[in-house]
């Protein structure tokens, strides 16, 4: 399959780190506002096409999908565009800035009958399987902790005053969006939609939210998520049931799981996967692509997703300008 990426940022070369490993896939061309950064991104991957232009990318007959590694606030008109020329689109997390962007992109997928996939690489790679697989093991769940905080590698020059993309809610941008996606999805892949949320977030002197926490109640259960930007976390995520517990270590990449049940047995499983865990997702696109499904199983998921960080935004006073 034919790709075209948009992006040249370090995801785009963890992207390309994984790409490598999957026969069926070839970098066609890049795209770049910059024409030196694409063409040096371009010259690194062996693509054969630059475009500056994103009329051109979507017109063009040479390329079969895109992945976007644009900022957040991109990420729905690029897609539209990228579908409307019959692209299948690979898009980085979250797929879009609310809802009704989602909703705009799940539109265009359909009229042109091209598939359109969120690129979030935790629920498709062998650790989330396994969560799945033994989950039942530990009874009536009750309570889920989902947690990933990640103290970011730009937040030390955004306190010496250089604000970069990462830290510019003007682009779609917070601790809900970069990071907190990762305990959403999960929970709503698991769970489902829940009944209510309540959330609060801490906020940076420019508008940008550094971390937060939400609640989700499902009447039978909690779901408690916990993420930041700004503060490292060193606490698994945790799913207890009324016969046990499960320790997930970590939710956006688990390579561990630990089982404690109520009669003191532990049970602990290792996950052997890729190391670079964007892997599975491609993988996953690619086949769905192959295949022309009308239907693309996971965009649900994504949906109720959207519909979670919106009312945590709304809750939290989360604003993009």
């Not at 989950?135 to 769940?141: A, K």
């Not at 939210?209 to 945790?238: C, F, H, R, W």
């Not at 320790?247 to 688990?254: A, F, H």
Request: net charge neutral; aromatic share 10%.
């Amino acid at each position: 399959m034919r790709f075209a990426i948009i992006g040249t940022s370090f995801i785009s070369d963890r992207f390309m780190a994984a790409a490598g490993q999957i026969p069926e896939f070839k970098l066609k061309a890049v795209y770049s506002r910059s024409k030196e950064k694409g063409q040096a991104f371009a010259d690194k991957y062996g693509a054969e096409l630059l475009y500056t232009s994103l009329e051109e990318l979507a017109d063009s007959k040479e390329v079969d999908a895109v992945y976007i590694a644009s900022p957040n606030s991109c990420h729905a008109s690029q897609a539209i565009q990228m579908l409307s020329g019959g692209k299948h689109v690979l898009c980085e997390k979250p797929i879009a800035a609310d809802s009704k962007e989602l909703a705009d992109m799940l539109k265009a997928a359909g009229q042109n009958k091209v598939i359109l996939l969120e690129a979030i690489r935790s629920v498709f790679d062998p650790g989330f399987a396994m969560i799945e697989e033994l989950l039942p093991r530990i009874g009536t769940v009750r309570r889920a902790f989902f947690t990933f905080c990640q103290y970011s590698s730009r937040y030390d020059r955004f306190k010496q005053g250089v604000t970069e993309n990462a830290f510019n809610p003007r682009l779609s941008n917070a601790a809900l969006m970069d990071i907190g996606v990762y305990c959403v999805h999960p929970m709503v892949k698991l769970f489902g939609l829940p009944k209510s949320i309540q959330a609060q977030s801490i906020f940076l002197h420019n508008g940008m939210e550094g971390l937060g926490t939400a609640v989700a109640n499902y009447d039978s259960m909690l779901a408690e998520l916990q993420y930041s930007k700004i503060t490292q976390g060193y606490l698994p995520s945790q799913i207890q049931g009324e016969q046990g517990a499960m320790l997930i270590y970590d939710i956006p990449d688990t390579k561990t799981i630990e089982l404690c049940c109520r009669d003191g047995r532990r049970e602990r499983i290792e996950i052997h996967k890729k190391e670079n865990n964007m892997y599975y997702e491609i993988k996953e696109f690619i086949r769905l692509a192959n295949r022309k499904e009308k239907v693309n199983p996971h965009n649900q998921y994504s949906v109720w997703q959207m519909k979670v960080m919106d009312e945590i935004r709304r809750c939290a006073g989360i604003k993009f300008d």
